[in-house]
């Protein structure tokens, strides 16, 4: 039984194809009994001349196979003098062999047992090679996936239970820009120095690479997430002082993501699977870090499968368009009315836009949506003039919409085939869509200017407002959020900005619509501070094109 454990052993851990110590010698023993055999096969079947002369090749190549070059050679040597001056070319007659012949037999014997070993140190090479790059990023030389798998399950087996460890890992936000600079190559550079400036600082981490921007450490711990929180902030404090690549000053822009060993799972791959999502959690809510949470895992696996989805509602009309109008106070009419989404899922039921749309606008199919809505907010906002409406259209449009030409001129077409002049639409954009690149931002709202469209700055307010940032916006009115009317009544400071507000429209000659009123006194505030347009509950609830239709009193 213990004999066969022994051999189980050699066979699962292969230490016959790199043999080592007592091994190694054991098989230099076993190929030299093979050649006396073979000396001793040839002798005994009657010499040099008849066919098992060439046996001696078998323990020639076994030698080059285990020790390579030198193994091989000196196996030739060997082989050729054991069946040379020595041997008889024919037992039976006593017939020796000539020099010239068991000389030229031994240096054959020499180059095959050479080559072969040269040979196999080539392949094992090649071999040794793809056992490291299957372990480990060509570029940086860090640690790979494969690695850290293993890596994580020699831990857990090691550990027990209350032994707690915790794989961070370092989403690199910003790599796109960064490779822009310094180009692949540098970001390979900034990896090595990332993992230099860990090792440094936590003595006992293990660091290993999943992509070029995506690194993982696994750190061990004492105190479970308190002590976590605690190296969370250690690790963005060291990694957001800047590097230096190429002469150049490199910030890197983190977002980390921490699971827990045994506390959100038992495995290693469900381990790293969860770490790398509380990254993504992490870059999507733009937090530093995030530890896992199952909840906030269970909202991001449902937008996504809602992403899944959105382009089947566009086919199957389970989008909607409702709409709210906004109030001109000063009079009580309808100024304009507001587009706003509803999806109706088959299954799901009303999902509400702030379930999903955020997701959305970090993909291109907020481009497909945002065409949809417009269209379809045209076509409707046509069959209200048709009815006698003489008020305007709001439509909320999304960065990466803004950005993109084409649904620009599509509009054109869209207006002259159902006879809407373009002041009559206004778009509805945030501060947020503007930060990217602020130039490239106010050439596209100066050329829906010069289409004719009207200009509103949505959500004023909780951006980054500027006085000389809004004086360059062509905008035509703001949107004052509808958090700063929540609490009007009772907040002081709230009604200071309101007030603010309305003397900074009237000094740059803009218009102000007010959101989120939904009581009488709340109304009456507003009229009496001066401001002019209102949209909210106490007017009217966002209702469906034949709703508002009757609401408006069009026939």
């Known amino acids: 039984m213990k004999s066969r454990k022994i051999v189980l052993h050699f066979i699962e851990e292969k230490s016959w194809l790199e043999p ?16 006396i055999f073979s000396t001793r096969l040839v002798f005994i079947t009657g010499g040099i001349k008849y066919v098992y ?19 091989g050679v000196i196996a030739g040597l060997i ?39 040269l040979m196999n140190k080539l392949i094992l090479n ?13 570029d940086s030389g860090l640690p790979n996936r494969n690695h850290m798998i293993q890596f994580l399950n020699q831990r857990i087996m090691e550990s027990r239970r209350d032994n707690s460890f915790a794989i961070l890992t370092l989403l690199l936000s910003n790599h796109a820009s960064i490779t822009n600079l310094i180009g692949v190559e540098g970001i390979s550079l900034l990896t090595e120095q990332v993992s230099k400036r860990v090792e440094r600082q936590f003595q006992y981490a293990s660091l290993h690479q999943l992509f070029p921007y995506i690194l993982c450490v696994v750190l061990p711990l004492e105190k479970n997430e308190d002590e976590l929180q605690n190296v969370l902030n250690m ?33 290693s791959v469900v381990l790293l699977r969860k770490a790398q999502i509380a990254a993504h959690i992490a870059n999507e ?49 309808i100024y304009g009315i507001e587009a706003l989404l509803r999806w109706n899922h088959p299954q799901r039921g009303d999902i509400p836009p702030l379930d999903f749309l955020p997701f959305l606008e970090r993909t291109a199919l907020i481009k497909k949506l945002n065409s949809w809505v417009i269209s379809n907010s045209i076509a409707d906002f046509n069959t209200l003039s048709e009815k006698g409406f003489a008020g305007r259209v709001a439509i909320n449009i999304s960065a990466r919409t803004l950005m993109n030409n084409q ?19 206004v778009f509805e954009i945030t501060e947020s869509m503007l930060i990217g690149d602020t130039d490239i931002a106010l050439k596209q709202l100066e050329y ?42 009772s907040s002081a400071a709230d009604q200071e900005i309101m007030k603010a507000a309305v003397a900074l429209s009237d000094a740059m000659g803009k218009d102000l619509v007010i959101e989120g009123v939904e009581t009488e006194e709340v109304c009456s505030w507003l009229k009496d501070a001066g401001c002019e347009f209102a949209q909210g509950y106490y007017f009217c609830r966002p209702k469906a094109l034949d709703e508002i239709s009757d609401y408006m009193g069009l026939s």
Request: net charge negative.
């Open 20 to 35: 080592r110590g007592k091994v190694k010698t054991l098989i230099a023993i076993g190929i030299f009994l093979v050649m």
């Open 448 to 489: 829906i200017k010069r289409l004719g469209c009207m200009l509103a700055l949505d959500d004023f307010g909780t951006g980054y407002s500027s006085l000389e940032y809004i004086r360059r916006l062509p905008i035509d009115y703001l949107k004052v959020d509808r958090r700063f009317t929540r609490n009007l009544l």
């Open 285 to 333: 809510k733009d937090e530093s870090f995030w530890i896992y949470q199952a909840d906030a895992d269970k909202h991001m696996q449902e937008c996504q499968i809602l992403l899944g989805d959105i382009q089947d509602a566009m086919h199957e009309n389970q989008l909607h368009l409702h709409y709210q109008p906004i109030i001109d106070l000063r009079d009580g009419t």
């Open 235 to 267: 690790m963005l404090e060291l990694l957001q002082k800047p590097f230096y690549i190429k002469e150049i000053s490199i910030y890197v822009d983190l977002n980390i993501g921490a699971a827990i060993y045994p506390i959100h799972a038992e495995n």
């Open 126 to 138: 090649q071999v040794s090679q793809f056992r490291w790059l299957s372990t480990h990023d060509a």
């Open 79 to 117: 082989g050729g003098l054991a069946l040379g001056p020595w041997m008889p070319i024919d037992i039976n007659t006593g017939e020796y062999q000539e020099t010239v012949n068991w000389i030229i037999r031994l240096g054959i014997f020499t180059i095959v047992g050479g080559t072969a070993g």
């Open 407 to 425: 649904w620009m001129d599509n509009l054109d077409e869209d207006f002259y085939q159902k006879n809407i002049h373009p002041d009559k639409v």
């Open 53 to 71: 002369a060439h046996i001696m090749y078998i323990p020639i190549l076994l030698a080059a196979y285990f020790f390579q070059m030198p193994g």
